[in-house]
């Protein structure tokens, strides 16, 4: 065996077919020779992707991992498969015979030495919550089948919490001591994950003595990493951007501690924060898709498809004031066809510029203040009209209901969201609009939809329009507690102080005298949307929970949070690995 500080190099066998294996750097190759010592094609794993090694014929199951023969080890690694168009990973397991004991123990050691070299960010302990009621109620099962077993075999160790309520989660991020925590692992679904955003930058921003409710404030970003292991309805965060909803391949992810960074919007009613969101702050149809499903939550996953019939059936649309700040459009725009994928240069590019070297931070931040400024009307864009929808998205939001999302072109890391005006048009054209997320044909390359990189959105309710808004918007807030109020799942949009009680949301509890009489006289929400007088004002979906107010502020804040992730990875690259079942053959 030839042993310096960079290369180790030997013959060893896989099965009966004899290798030469090489760990050299960042890689560990092994070569197919022939009888004739001729090299045929090399597997090459990158140690990054290297998930355990083990001594002995080992296998994940613990319990089957007894057999210690002394002359084997046993490499555990990401390998990548198909999963219809995307690029799945699962764990990749090869035996090795060494010649004698001593090598095998020195293979060992080195690669684990490698690992430790080159891996040094990989989470070593995680706090993970399991939803038991999200999506199709598999999180514990799904946690302790396919998610458990890999966690113990790469050597996290790990704290548990089924929660037993909604904002659980939450609660539990921004009270509870976290010291030895490399992040915090959700199972579940959108809902589960927004838990984890808000207690995350909650705690961040508390710590840091940062008011979150000043819209004009630059956030600090957070160093607890999220990881989303898919076990909900949508699961359009996790599919956004790791580009599946798979849970071994997402934790694969958090167990070789990816880091992708993700643009988190913060939403405001009069100068207090309401929530946070990264995939969609909606208003119009999927606000009012979101209000009829929250109703049929009994169905499961397919609640949206019934209640997106339903509404689409309704053929509402609503008047609004948009306002919006455009995104420098010399760096990227909405309709570039640039998808963003792991790697990605526009994000990269925007890194430099969001967070500039330090001794500049005091300047950006002047400057950020200014734009955000109410008062610097010059570079706002202001638009007024009658809309079936207005979506706001960080990212592209694409989900396995639509593969390509809100917003294919959109940039998880830019600093920047899509703003996507879908003016009143006939019931076949915002079907065309619709369907265009289900296919390959641009649904921006429609007469009336309009889109934007933006930076910041304020909505209001045209002047005049105020006398009914009041009416509507407290009919809402109590058509919205009534669907918090269905068996089991409440929404996370209740109010509770927090710790000390400084950081307190403003959400749906939150009522003006008078409400609670209102309330009495609940009505049916589909029955407000198809009969009677159509209702003046839609209801905000944001991320999978209804907002309480119809006039808000949104801003972008680039690069606020980071996933166990990497992107999407590059399509292409993949049809390569075919080949190999996914690891680079070179030949
Ligand atoms: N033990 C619990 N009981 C009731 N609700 C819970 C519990 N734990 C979490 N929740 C709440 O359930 C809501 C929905 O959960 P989750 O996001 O996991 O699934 P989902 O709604 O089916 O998926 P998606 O959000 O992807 O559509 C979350 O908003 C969360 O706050
Ligand atoms: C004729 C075919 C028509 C098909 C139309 C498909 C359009 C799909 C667009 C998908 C957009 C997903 C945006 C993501 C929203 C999530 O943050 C949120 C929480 O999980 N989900 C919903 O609100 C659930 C919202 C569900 C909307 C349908
Ligand atoms: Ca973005």
Same mark, same amino acid.
Request: one cysteine or more; proline letters at 5%.
């Given at each position: 065996?030839?042993?310096?500080?960079?290369?180790?190099?030997?013959?060893?066998?896989?099965?009966?077919?004899?290798?030469?294996?090489?760990?050299?750097?960042?890689?560990?190759?092994?070569?197919?020779?022939?009888?004739?010592?001729?090299?045929?094609?090399? +597997?090459?794993?990158? +140690?990054?992707?290297?998930?355990?090694?083990?001594?002995?014929?080992?296998?994940?199951?613990?319990?089957?991992?007894?057999?210690?023969?002394?002359?084997?080890?046993?490499?555990?690694?990401?390998?990548?498969?198909?999963?219809?168009?995307?690029?799945?990973?699962?764990?990749?397991?090869?035996?090795?015979?060494?010649?004698?004991?001593?090598?095998?123990?020195?293979?060992?050691?080195?690669?684990?030495?490698?690992?430790?070299?080159?891996?040094?960010?990989?989470?070593?302990?995680?706090?993970?919550?399991?939803?038991?009621?999200?999506?199709?109620?598999?999180?514990?099962?799904?946690?302790?089948?396919?998610?458990?077993?890999?966690?113990?075999?790469?050597?996290?160790?790990?704290?548990?919490?089924?929660?037993?309520?909604?904002?659980?989660?939450?609660?539990? +991020?921004?009270?509870?001591?976290?010291?030895?925590?490399?992040?915090?692992?959700?199972?579940?679904?959108?809902?589960?994950?927004?838990?984890?955003?808000?207690?995350?930058?909650?705690?961040?921003?508390?710590?840091?003595?940062?008011?979150?409710?000043?819209?004009?404030?630059?956030?600090?970003?957070?160093?607890?990493?999220?990881?989303?292991?898919?076990?909900?309805?949508?699961?359009?965060?996790?599919?956004?951007?790791?580009?599946?909803?798979?849970?071994?391949?997402?934790?694969?992810?958090?167990?070789?501690?990816?880091?992708?960074?993700?643009?988190?919007?913060?939403?405001?009613?009069?100068?207090?924060?309401?929530?946070?969101?990264?995939?969609?702050?909606?208003?119009?149809?999927?606000?009012?898709?979101?209000?009829?499903?929250?109703?049929?939550?009994?169905?499961?996953?397919?609640?949206?498809?019934?209640?997106?019939?339903?509404?689409?059936?309704?053929?509402?649309?609503?008047?609004?004031?948009?306002?919006?700040?455009?995104?420098?459009?010399?760096?990227?725009?909405?309709?570039?066809?640039?998808?963003?994928?792991?790697?990605?240069?526009?994000?990269?590019?925007?890194?430099?510029?969001?967070?500039?070297?330090?001794?500049?931070?005091?300047?950006?931040?002047?400057?950020?203040?200014?734009?955000?400024?109410?008062?610097?009307?010059?570079?706002?864009?202001?638009?007024?009209?009658?809309?079936?929808?207005?979506?706001?998205?960080?990212?592209?939001?694409?989900?396995?209901?639509?593969?390509?999302?809100?917003?294919?072109?959109?940039?998880?890391?830019?600093?920047?969201?899509?703003?996507?005006?879908?003016?009143?048009?006939?019931?076949?054209?915002?079907?065309?609009?619709?369907?265009?997320?289900?296919?390959?044909?641009?649904?921006?390359?429609?007469?009336?939809?309009?889109?934007?990189?933006?930076?910041?959105?304020?909505?209001?309710?045209?002047?005049?329009?105020?006398?009914?808004?009041?009416?509507?918007?407290?009919?809402?807030?109590?058509?919205?507690?009534?669907?918090?109020?269905?068996?089991?799942?409440?929404?996370?949009?209740?109010?509770?102080?927090?710790?000390?009680?400084?950081?307190?949301?403003?959400?749906?509890?939150?009522?003006?005298?008078?409400?609670?009489?209102?309330?009495?006289?609940?009505?049916?929400?589909?029955?407000?949307?198809?009969?009677?007088?159509?209702?003046?004002?839609?209801?905000?979906?944001?991320?999978?929970?209804?907002?309480?107010?119809?006039?808000?502020?949104?801003?972008?804040?680039?690069?606020?949070?980071?996933?166990?992730?990497?992107? +999407?990875?590059?399509?292409?690259?993949?049809?390569?690995?075919?080949?190999?079942?996914?690891?680079?053959?070179?030949?």
């Amino acid at each position: 065996m030839e042993t310096d500080s960079v290369k180790v190099d030997s013959s060893l066998w896989v099965g009966t077919k004899r290798y030469r294996a090489v760990l050299s750097g960042w890689y560990f190759n092994w070569t197919e020779l022939d009888k004739k010592n001729r090299e045929k094609k090399t +597997i090459s794993v990158p +140690i990054s992707e290297v998930v355990a090694v083990a001594e002995g014929k080992a296998e994940v199951q613990p319990q089957k991992r007894a057999e210690d023969t002394d002359r084997d080890f046993t490499l555990f690694y990401v390998n990548r498969t198909r999963g219809g168009k995307r690029a799945l990973w699962c764990l990749g397991r090869t035996e090795f015979c060494c010649p004698s004991r001593d090598l095998r123990d020195q293979w060992v050691t080195q690669l684990r030495t490698a690992l430790k070299t080159h891996c040094p960010s990989r989470p070593r302990r995680l706090l993970v919550f399991v939803n038991p009621y999200g999506g199709k109620k598999r999180a514990k099962q799904v946690y302790r089948s396919l998610v458990a077993p890999l966690f113990e075999l790469a050597g996290v160790s790990t704290h548990v919490v089924v929660t037993e309520r909604a904002n659980q989660a939450r609660d539990h +991020i921004l009270k509870k001591d976290l010291t030895g925590f490399d992040g915090v692992i959700c199972v579940g679904g959108d809902g589960m994950f927004s838990e984890l955003l808000h207690g995350v930058i909650g705690r961040t921003q508390q710590e840091a003595g940062i008011s979150e409710h000043d819209p004009t404030v630059m956030l600090q970003s957070c160093d607890l990493h999220i990881g989303i292991i898919p076990a909900g309805s949508t699961d359009c965060v996790c599919f956004a951007t790791v580009g599946v909803n798979d849970p071994v391949t997402s934790a694969l992810h958090i167990i070789i501690g990816d880091s992708q960074p993700l643009d988190v919007c913060s939403v405001h009613h009069h100068n207090t924060l309401v929530r946070y969101s990264v995939s969609l702050v909606g208003y119009g149809f999927y606000g009012d898709v979101l209000a009829e499903s929250e109703r049929l939550r009994w169905m499961g996953p397919l609640r949206y498809d019934l209640s997106g019939c339903l509404v689409y059936l309704c053929n509402r649309s609503y008047e609004g004031v948009v306002q919006y700040l455009p995104a420098d459009p010399q760096l990227s725009s909405p309709r570039d066809n640039m998808r963003c994928l792991s790697g990605c240069r526009v994000c990269s590019e925007s890194t430099e510029m969001l967070f500039p070297h330090s001794d500049s931070c005091s300047s950006l931040y002047s400057r950020q203040l200014s734009q955000y400024s109410i008062g610097s009307e010059g570079e706002w864009m202001s638009v007024e009209g009658r809309y079936r929808c207005v979506s706001l998205t960080c990212m592209s939001s694409s989900c396995p209901r639509s593969p390509k999302g809100l917003s294919p072109a959109a940039h998880l890391a830019d600093g920047t969201g899509d703003l996507i005006l879908v003016q009143d048009t006939d019931p076949l054209g915002f079907l065309t609009y619709l369907h265009r997320h289900t296919t390959s044909k641009d649904q921006f390359d429609l007469p009336f939809v309009e889109v934007h990189r933006v930076k910041a959105v304020r909505f209001t309710l045209p002047p005049g329009e105020e006398d009914d808004y009041h009416d509507e918007e407290r009919e809402r807030q109590s058509i919205t507690e009534g669907a918090q109020g269905t068996p089991k799942m409440a929404c996370n949009s209740d109010v509770e102080s927090y710790g000390d009680g400084s950081q307190q949301y403003l959400a749906a509890e939150q009522e003006e005298p008078g409400m609670k009489d209102r309330r009495r006289k609940r009505r049916n929400f589909l029955c407000g949307l198809c009969c009677s007088k159509p209702p003046a004002v839609s209801v905000w979906n944001c991320d999978g929970e209804l907002l309480p107010y119809t006039e808000i502020f949104c801003k972008v804040h680039g690069q606020l949070v980071r996933l166990f992730a990497r992107g +999407i990875e590059d399509e292409e690259g993949h049809e390569e690995n075919k080949s190999c079942k996914g690891r680079c053959v070179l030949h």
